[in-house]
């Protein structure tokens, strides 16, 4: 039986509310005790012993939305190397995103990435599966059958249902199976033709913006429907304060929603965009510094309930051309915890609540095991120097895709050493 002790370690789990000094006990795979009082429990015959020297360990990271090559683009990622990116960044869970070629809308291509990933994935790797066939907005798929499979939700991925009845239609169908959807909005028509947030900082570049209205206007349709069938609904990204109003009314109101934002709104704002620097170009695009503020201040209060990376690799051909030209995404499963600790760092954030947001909320959201040191759990855990000072590089970067809008960032905060169920998969 292999064990490994942390000692000296800050322990961190949002799930028992747990902020002390203390040790952390791994043994087969399992935590055996994490905490204050697993200090004066003996340690297993011939373990490891980790001076943690003050550092924190916290659950491994939950990223629900990454989207990954694999099938059809392999050249932009593959599961392989988008696994070895997340454990390099503190991940040990992903839910991998439908939109591959061809889309993943049945019961073949969920169990070909559950194949993939236990063969060539050094994490947990959890499939989603489309709402509707080939993400043609119409038919829907068969959700029992791919919730069988393993699909642990379903969403459009970057794609928008327009149509209200197939919406509400899925919401149904998925409340019955116990499935949540999880649901990107932006009304095409408003959007157009626009590349970044609307205002006057666009009309500045001379770039065709998006308003706010064209994510906040869809989402309220779908958080109207979510009441009226009380299914179960994720908004996937929002990025607005007036999306956040939105969302709190209907958690007051009573209904199943929850939401995400992705870690490039949270401590990114428009203005970053600069001299067209394509890497910025993102869905949603990235908002004014007023945004961004409403989007801290909703996550701390718990309107927002997780973030994401939302890992999206794009390549030379589709990045290096003029902005308007360019596709949108990000990659971020490396700089996840880093850029996120920005917010503890400067006080917007708790480390128990950043945490939580990371890790244990999405595990409990989606139904995955993970984001807990609870004993008995599995041993998915992250070893972190929430100080030390590092810069995001190109030449370090793990993703076979390099479109970080970090590139050349100063960074508090590097992972030491990653476990998943036990075992080490990164260790720095």
Request: net charge negative.
């Amino acid at each position: 039986m292999s064990a490994t002790v942390f000692q000296n370690a800050r322990i961190v789990d949002p799930s028992r509310g747990i902020d002390e000094k203390g040790t952390v006990i791994v043994a087969d795979g399992k935590i055996l005790a994490a905490g204050a009082d697993a200090q004066n429990q003996g340690a297993p015959e011939n373990a490891d012993i980790v001076d943690c020297q003050g550092h924190a360990v916290i659950p491994g990271l939950v990223d629900s939305r990454v989207f990954i090559g694999e099938p059809g683009a392999e050249h932009r990622e593959t599961i392989a190397s988008a696994s070895r990116a997340a454990a390099a960044g503190g991940v040990t869970s992903v839910i991998m995103m439908p939109d591959t070629i061809p889309v993943i809308d049945d019961v073949a291509l969920v169990e070909f990435v559950k194949r993939t990933a236990r063969d060539t994935a050094t994490i947990n790797v959890f499939p989603a599966a489309s709402v509707t066939k080939g993400f043609a907005g119409k038919e829907l798929s068969e959700f029992g059958l791919l919730h069988e499979a393993g699909a642990v939700m379903l969403t459009e991925g970057r794609s928008t249902i327009s149509n209200a009845l197939v919406m509400r239609r899925a919401l149904t169908y998925a409340r019955d199976l116990g499935i949540t959807i999880a649901h990107e909005t932006q009304d095409p028509h408003l959007a157009s033709s626009g590349v970044m947030n609307e205002g006057l900082f666009a009309s500045w570049l001379g770039l065709p913006g998006i308003p706010r209205e064209a994510e906040t206007i869809p989402l309220s349709r779908d958080l109207m429907l979510a009441a009226l069938t009380g299914g179960r609904y994720h908004a996937a990204k929002i990025s607005t304060a007036m999306s956040a109003a939105a969302i709190a009314r209907a958690k007051n109101e009573g209904a199943d929603v929850s939401a995400g934002i992705s870690i490039n709104h949270l401590t990114l704002n428009e203005n970053d965009i600069g001299d067209y620097r394509t890497f910025f170009r993102l869905s949603p695009p990235l908002r004014t510094e007023d945004d961004r503020v409403a989007m801290v201040e909703a996550l701390k209060n718990g309107v927002v309930d997780i973030i994401v990376s939302s890992h999206d690799p794009q390549d030379v051909d589709t990045k290096r051309l003029p902005f308007a030209e360019a596709e949108a995404g990000a990659i971020g499963l490396e700089t996840l915890l880093a850029a996120s600790l920005r917010l503890y760092h400067n006080g917007d954030l708790s480390l128990m609540r950043l945490v939580e947001c990371l890790s244990t909320a999405p595990a409990r959201l989606f139904g995955l095991p993970g984001g807990t040191l609870r004993p008995g759990a599995d041993a998915d855990l992250t070893l972190v120097d929430l100080d030390a000072p590092w810069i995001v590089r190109e030449a370090d970067i793990r993703s076979l895709s390099k479109n970080t809008c970090f590139e050349g960032a100063r960074m508090q905060g590097r992972v030491l050493q990653t476990m998943v169920a036990g075992r080490t998969v990164f260790s720095a």
